[in-house]
């Protein structure tokens, strides 16, 4: 069973920036790479950043090159989202989870999200 507690969403201006972090079990942590993820409203659920277990390789959606930053510190078990220049259509529910773009889909061990609202 994953634990995954993800933090830092709200509501800001378009332009704005919010830090998002996601605290996972150790066990998960150490192994896979670690990505985020988002559900828009009455959207499905869409990748958005992923990074390996070393940092050393990351992975962004289109929508979010040279906008978000992904990092994570493996002694606090931490991925982290830094979100610069956000957009209305960022308006979503970030999740967390030890998974990339490739195998996102058949995870079902999702943790509660944090809300990103973004306003125009």
């Known amino acids: 069973q994953e634990q995954l507690v993800e933090s830092g969403g709200g509501t800001v201006q378009a332009g704005g920036s919010l830090r998002l972090s996601c605290v996972a079990s150790?066990?998960?942590?150490?192994?896979?790479?670690m990505g985020w993820f988002r559900q828009p409203p009455g959207k499905e659920r869409e990748f958005v950043a992923a990074?390996?277990?070393?940092?050393?390789?990351?992975t962004y959606a289109d929508f979010v090159k040279g906008r978000f930053i992904i990092s994570r510190d493996n002694a606090k078990n931490t991925v982290y989202l830094r979100m610069n220049s956000l957009k209305p259509e960022d308006t979503a529910v970030y999740y967390c989870a030890p998974r990339q773009l490739s195998d996102y889909r058949d995870f079902d061990s999702w943790g509660q999200g944090t809300q990103v609202t973004v306003s125009s």
């Open positions: 150790e066990r998960t942590f150490s192994t896979y790479f």
């Open positions: 990074i390996s277990w070393n940092g050393g390789r990351t």
